[in-house]
């Protein structure tokens, strides 16, 4: 992975960075982890002015719980442009899960692209599913402590 980010880094010409991110993508979908390092270059190249850049910027982000990374995503899905990015970034944000976006994702059902909305709906969806998940899993957890301290 440190090569491909290497490469990026060096690259000035959008197809040839589209074609690293994509197979930095595909690693991280096959159980790579997201560095530091790589998330401070996705950092930049979401300003980037190709609009297929910043949407492979949005599916690398799905893999980092990083807050600049979803403050990044907030700011695209707020003022991007193009509404694959906006609709892409409501993506990641409800498959990071992070409860803080959910004001954000709410604002989003206003946008005037049904992409973006439908994104940010299926978003609010897994966000809300992983809080109550984890509420039934803490509460479990709770039962199970006093339960043995019982026992």
């Known amino acids: 992975m440190e090569n491909l980010i290497e490469k990026l880094k060096n690259e000035d010409i959008d197809t040839n960075q589209l ?22 270059e996705i950092l ?6 190709n609009d297929f850049v910043r949407i492979k910027c949005t599916e690398i982000s799905e893999f ?16 991007d442009s193009n509404y694959f990015v ?10 990071i ?20 909305v439908s994104f940010a709906m299926q978003a609010l969806k897994n966000i809300n599913l992983k809080s109550a998940f984890s509420s039934k899993l803490n509460m479990l957890k709770s039962k199970l402590k006093a339960g043995s301290k019982n026992g």
């Open 64 to 79: 980092s719980k990083a807050d600049e990374i979803i403050d990044k995503l907030i700011e695209r899905l707020k003022n």
């Open 97 to 116: 899960g992070n409860l803080r976006v959910k004001d954000s994702l709410e604002e989003a059902l206003d946008d005037k692209e049904g992409f973006v």
């Open 86 to 95: 906006r609709g892409f970034s409501a993506k990641a944000l409800g498959a």
């Open 44 to 49: 930049q190249l979401f300003e980037s002015e």
């Open 19 to 40: 074609g690293i991110l994509s197979e930095i993508g595909e690693k991280l979908t096959n159980g790579g982890k997201i560095s530091k390092e790589l998330e401070l």
